[in-house]
């Protein structure tokens, strides 16, 4: 065979398999809006199956398996959601919402010590996002304003006042929202501002 209709051939092939895995992908993402829809019309049995079935053709697609823990947490199967939270952190590490979910899952089912042990595991994902975003002000904020939160989950109320007010004067334009974090006092206020 000629070297050059070789070279096409391979060349098509890598094409066809690469569009197969972007349909593939595309079809996921399709299937997990519908599941979402299916949730919000109450069919929650078909909701989780509808993003099983996009975790299937998309098994590294993180937000798939957010959609799953976001189903079980709002159907109080915690335990259930912090084993997606789990499977997103094998292959997404520094995911630093998936810890602070999980942390606060587990104390919602009185497991305190490893609700804390998660909350630590945030605390290191999101100071190692803070530094990704030196130079990126919006995100940098929203690093800052979740890390602030997790020194309230951790009840060091210090750092998590230091960490506010330092946001309110680096961040003036969000110094209402900032007023309003440091005014919670109720724990359960707290947890369901992450829910």
């Known amino acids: ?18 569009s197969f895995f972007l349909i593939k992908r595309s079809i996921a993402i399709d299937i997990q809006e519908k599941a979402i829809e299916l949730k919000e019309n109450g ?75 998660r ?21 940098l904020y929203s690093e800052l304003l979740n890390r602030a939160c997790v020194y309230l989950l951790i009840e060091d109320t210090l750092q998590a006042e230091k960490e506010f007010k330092n946001l309110e004067r680096t961040y003036p334009e969000y110094r209402i929202m900032i007023t309003e974090f440091l005014k919670i006092k109720n724990r359960k206020e707290l947890l369901d501002i992450f829910n």
């Open 1 to 18: 065979m000629n070297k050059k209709i070789k070279v096409i051939i391979i060349g098509f092939v890598i094409i066809m398999i690469a």
């Open 43 to 117: 069919k929650n049995e078909d909701a989780i199956k509808k993003i099983n079935l996009a975790i299937r053709l998309s098994p590294k697609n993180y937000l798939f398996y957010v959609t799953k823990a976001n189903f079980l947490e709002s159907q109080k199967e915690y335990r259930k959601a912090i084993e997606e939270y789990d499977k997103i952190n094998r292959f997404k590490k520094n995911y630093a919402e998936g810890f602070l979910k999980t942390g606060i899952d587990f104390e919602k089912i009185g497991y305190q010590d490893s609700a804390k042990l």
């Open 119 to 139: 909350y630590t595991k945030a605390l290191e994902a999101y100071n190692c996002r803070i530094q990704d975003y030196a130079n990126d002000k919006e995100k």
